[in-house]
C-alpha cells in the first residue's frame, strides 16, 4: 500500500525512484484513474498503450497459473 502513491504523489523524490513506481501495477491504475477522475483529462496514447500491456501481462500470467495448477485447483473449489 505505501508504494502504491495513493494518498502522495511522487514528485518529491528523485526521478531514479519515480520510475521505479511505474514498474508497480497498482500505481499505474491509481494514476490512470486520478488522471481521468482528478485532473478532469484523457491519459495520452503512451499511457493508454502501457496500460494495455500491463494488463496483457497479468492476464497472461494468470491464465499460465491457471492452467498450470488447473487440477490442484478444482480439489480446492
Known sequence: MYLSAIFYTIDRYIP?????FWLNPI???IRYFRKIVIDAE???TWFHLLMAAN???VLAIGCWMYKKYNTKFL???
Open 42 to 44: 484523457v491519459p495520452s
Open 55 to 57: 494488463v496483457t501481462l
Open 16 to 20: 531514479i525512484v519515480q520510475n521505479l
Open 27 to 29: 500505481y499505474l491504475f
Open 75 to 77: 480439489y480446492y473449489a
